[in-house]
């Protein structure tokens, strides 16, 4: 197939960090299925949509990911596992030798943005060396018009995506072939050794949290939705806990799936597009994500049927962490741009594998931030390399992967903005019930949806506290079985349960002493059995 050189206003060479490469820059839609068909990347499902495997890595690299030790960020970035250092010579080195791999090779690049705020967007060039890499930032990150183009924008960073190009962890002083790098200073992400497209979105998320915070902007790692009177909801969560799915409610307009930022104006969303989970997907249970996959649509490691072409979601052959990203514009009714009001009410999502957590509790402003803080959920199968099967872990912030600033950083933000705009928050276990991961159940997606718009409609009513945690349950929810309301309820043995959530307890208990400045009004405001 042959490709011109696009005619988009995007016109200037590329910088000269990257003087000869050969770049096709901003290919439409169609031109990028066509493209990654000739080169046998994909192919089309009978509903359109573009399918293509990721290789060995079927999800995200966190022990692979790096910033780079300058000046610039030397003292605001939180170092540690999450945040690994690597030296400007490490950097200089791998990045000499990606440019020796790049030449002679025929590249795509994208303009976009990372913010719909156009006060707090963040321009980009992302250049792939898969054309289905391409379109899936190109139906992600927001697509900039020719007038957008033409503004005066800061300098853009530059994400240079190489999967065929691998570190020598010997030489490099990598853990492995895969490396996801930041360099601030240079305005540069490079990712290499990973066929995962989810690194291109996700390494621009982490630079937008290190960015946003000194513009007064809260970055967050949730969805939202408002409904027809301009009211909004955020939904936090780690990957696989409900954000995406919850958010795509046909009741309220969506507003984001997955990453926006917190403005003294009130919400956007950073992204242009949604990355859903469809591992058991169905017109039934989740119709707006399953209706959005269509042409211009990518699905990632998604059983296809050779003859027929139909999508098998509820096959999990080549991982559980199926995948599919769309643009925004894919969901009816979807607020473009995406902006929204100061949000009335927050949801912190996670999924339980002990199953003792209740599915929903309003919180106070000091559990709030306890459980801000403390980002308990369970790390899903296939989100991550090596996760198989439900691990239960703390991620602060309900992002710890993606935050390169102190975790204080952005508690204290958004404690602030709970206080200023009396926001009400709850906590929503989209775990297992009856039991841990294993015995129980993973709760009803039905019930979730319902105890959630009851949530955000003010419905909930009649609280009692619950002694293991010391959280404020509702007795009673419409059209949701009052016991499952009560976790303990939902147990044969009750001793079990009482095991289980005192060993839930000393977790968050045990996991809390890191934060050492916390006021006590916070701290104790966690379990309640870990103080007896």
């Not at 052959?317 to 894919?330: D, F, G, K, S």
């Not at 349960?497 to 701290?523: C, G, M, S, T």
């Amino acid at each position: 197939m042959q490709v011109t050189q696009s005619k988009h206003i995007h016109i200037q060479e590329v910088d000269e960090l990257l003087p000869s490469l050969a770049v096709t820059w901003n290919l439409s839609t169609a031109q990028l299925v066509e493209l990654a068909i000739a080169r046998g990347e994909g192919q089309l499902t009978a509903d359109g949509a573009l399918a293509t495997t990721t290789g060995k890595f079927t999800g995200r690299s966190p022990k692979d990911k790096y910033i780079v030790d300058e000046p610039s960020v030397a003292h605001t970035v939180d170092w540690g596992k999450v945040n690994q250092r690597m030296s400007e010579a490490q950097f200089d080195s791998i990045y000499a030798r990606l440019l020796q791999y790049m030449q002679d090779k025929q590249w795509l690049g994208l303009d976009a943005f990372a913010g719909a705020d156009p006060t707090h967007r963040l321009p980009l060039r992302v250049i792939t060396e898969y054309a289905w890499h391409q379109l899936f930032a190109k139906q992600l990150f927001i697509r900039p018009s020719a007038a957008e183009m033409q503004s005066a924008h800061p300098e853009p960073f530059t994400v240079i995506d190489a999967p065929g190009f691998g570190a020598d962890p010997e030489r490099d002083g990598t853990h492995s072939e895969t490396f996801i790098i930041i360099h601030f200073a240079k305005r540069l992400i490079l990712i290499g050794g990973t066929e995962y497209a989810g690194e291109i979105k996700k390494s621009v998320f982490s630079t937008m949290n290190y960015l946003l915070p000194d513009q007064n902007v809260l970055p967050m790692h949730c969805s939202a939705n408002m409904d027809a009177t301009g009211k909004t909801a955020l939904f936090f969560g780690l990957s696989g806990t409900g954000k995406t799915t919850l958010s795509a409610d046909p009741d309220r307009r969506l507003i984001g799936d997955d990453e926006h930022g917190w403005s003294p104006q009130g919400i956007f969303n950073i992204e242009g597009g949604c990355y859903a989970k469809c591992i058991n997907l169905s017109p039934e249970k989740e119709p707006q994500i399953y209706h959005a996959i269509r042409f211009g649509a990518v699905c990632e490691n998604v059983v296809i049927d050779p003859e027929t072409r139909i999508a098998d979601y509820d096959n999990n052959t080549l991982t559980e962490n199926t995948r599919v990203a769309y643009p925004i514009e894919h969901i009816d009714g979807a607020i473009i741009p995406s902006t929204g009001t100061h949000p009335e009410v927050v949801l912190f999502l996670t999924a339980d594998a002990f199953g003792v957590l209740p599915p929903i509790a309003e919180l106070s402003k000091e559990q709030a931030m306890y459980y801000f803080l403390s980002g308990y959920t369970s790390k899903l199968a296939g989100t991550e390399r090596g996760i198989t099967e439900p691990q239960a872990t703390f991620s602060t912030c309900f992002g710890a992967p993606f935050l390169p600033r102190p975790a204080s950083v952005y508690a204290g933000m958004l404690g602030e903005r709970i206080e200023q705009h009396g926001t009400r928050i709850y906590l929503v276990n989209t775990g297992w019930t009856g039991g841990p991961y294993g015995v129980g159940e993973r709760m009803k997606l039905s019930y979730t949806r319902t105890m959630v718009r009851a949530a955000i409609a003010g419905k909930l009513e009649q609280f009692a506290v619950e002694p293991y945690f010391g959280l404020s349950v509702p007795q009673t929810c419409p059209d949701v079985p009052s016991d499952i309301l009560n976790p303990r309820h939902t147990w044969q043995d009750k001793d079990a349960y009482d095991r289980q959530a005192a060993k839930l307890a000393k977790l968050f208990a045990d996991n809390f002493e890191r934060f050492k400045d916390v006021d006590d009004a916070i701290r104790n405001a966690g379990p309640k059995a870990q103080q007896q």
